[in-house]
């Protein structure tokens, strides 16, 4: 989402449901070791990564696609502006942090704080960083 000829964010619209990573310019695109791999599965399966509130623009600068035997078996993409991700599948760890809402006449209503703490942005952008993408600051 981020055009590094241009320095500039591309207005486009991503879901993780729909996201093929071979569209992406050949340029843009990493191969991770093991550890990284390791270490950026950790990151997303912390309760610690998650607690704060999110936001609404969803412009993801980061992507990460699972292959297993040459197949995408999970997508995540990660707006590190509006403190949220999306993925394939839900990651159990965003859930920890709760709080209810009491609507007039209407059963109580739990939201959770899904936005990245201040320990798992830096945990991302670090990632980020590490991994040699071009876009990786929290501007």
């Known amino acids: ?3 590094t000829a241009k320095k500039q964010r ?3 619209e991503f879901s993780a449901t729909k996201f093929d990573f071979h569209k992406v310019k050949k340029t843009s695109l990493r191969k991770l070791d093991s550890s990284t791999v390791a ?3 950790e990151t997303l399966s912390d309760t610690a990564t998650y607690g704060a509130q999110t936001y609404a ?3 993801p600068r980061m992507g990460l696609t699972f292959l297993k035997n040459k197949k995408q078996v999970f997508n995540v993409l990660i707006c590190l502006e509006c403190n949220y991700l999306e993925s394939t599948s839900g990651i159990p760890a965003m859930y920890h942090s709760s709080y209810k809402i009491y609507p007039d ?4 209503v739990t939201l959770y704080n899904m936005g990245f703490s201040d320990k798992g942005k830096k945990a991302l952008l670090e990632i980020c960083s590490k991994s040699g993408l071009g876009f990786c600051k929290n501007e």
Do not use: G, R, T
């Open 39 to 41: 270490h950026i599965i």
């Open 57 to 59: 623009c969803f412009l």
């Open 105 to 108: 006449d209407a059963p109580p």
């Open 10 to 12: 591309l207005n486009l």
């Open 1 to 3: 989402n981020y055009d």
